[in-house]
Antibody, heavy 126, light 113 residues
Framework: EVQLVESGGGLVQPGGSLRLSCAASGFTFSSYWMSWVRQAPGKGLEWVANIKQDGSEKYYVDSVKGRFTISRDNAKNSLYLQMNSLRAEDTAVYYC???????????????????WGQGTLVTVSS | QSVLTQPPSVSGAPGQRVTISCTGSSSNIGAGYDVHWYQQLPGTAPKLLIYGNSNRPSGVPDRFSGSKSGTSASLAITGLQAEDEADYYCQSYDSSLSGSRMVFGGGTKLTVL
């Protein structure tokens, strides 16, 4: 069974830092692109960042570029999100999600998210 | 303001059919990008409902179906059930002069009357 379990959320002051982790199990973690997606309280979904299987490619939404860093450790089946210079508008539940491009012999653009973690809440407030 | 526009809410009685639209433009859905749909039950993480415009993952009832035409996509739910009450999100990609990015619709809250 595929499982994604996030941790590391909490309350942090504006300008502070936090590191989120996502522990993956039930699949070959090193074979998949992975993403972080966030959801502000009462709001919709926003893709934040993603990372290639070997960590050689990383992409970010403009609003977090230069502040957030996505990384992974395939030996530990873990995904990370280092968040620096946090702002009030970063307050959200952060989900890690597995990406897929292809299924059943067909491929799609863009990729989609076939499994999600339960999320971890990050609150940026003084 | 989401690049993909969904109605904030829809409702229907048990057994009825409802549709949720996802309206885009020539820089996203109209450019040929696929549309995926997610269901988010209250207090839970999103769950993949439809991928590649019209494909259901294993375990998703065939009451749920998706379609795409031109610059829009739709999610249809037939035989509405109480457990379908949730938020629904469409997802695609937008590529314009201002940049390229993954995008979600603003979400639609489905109420089962």
């Amino acid at each position: 069974e595929v499982q994604l379990v996030e941790s590391g959320g909490g309350l942090v002051q504006p300008g502070g830092s936090l590191r989120l982790s996502c522990a993956a199990s039930g699949f070959t973690f090193s074979s998949y692109w992975m993403s972080w997606v966030r959801q502000a309280p009462g709001k919709g979904l926003e893709w934040v960042a993603n990372i290639k299987q070997d960590g050689s490619e990383k992409y970010y939404v403009d609003s977090v570029k230069g502040r957030f860093t996505i990384s992974r450790d395939n030996a530990k089946n873990s995904l990370y999100l280092q968040m620096n210079s946090l702002r009030a508008e970063d307050t959200a539940v952060y989900y890690c999600a597995r990406q897929l491009y292809c299924s059943g012999g067909s491929c799609y653009s863009p990729y989609y998210f076939d499994y999600w973690g339960q999320g971890t809440l990050v609150t940026v407030s003084s | 303001q989401s690049v993909l526009t969904q109605p904030p809410s829809v409702s229907g009685a048990p057994g009825q059919r409802v549709t949720i639209s996802c309206t885009g433009s020539s820089s996203n859905i109209g450019a040929g990008y696929d549309v995926h749909w997610y269901q988010q039950l209250p207090g839970t993480a999103p769950k993949l409902l439809i991928y590649g415009n019209s494909n259901r993952p294993s375990g998703v009832p065939d009451r749920f179906s998706g379609s795409k035409s031109g610059t829009s996509a739709s999610l249809a739910i037939t035989g509405l059930q109480a457990e379908d009450e949730a938020d629904y999100y469409c997802q695609s990609y937008d590529s314009s002069l201002s940049g390229s990015r993954m995008v979600f619709g603003g979400g639609t809250k489905l109420t089962v009357l």
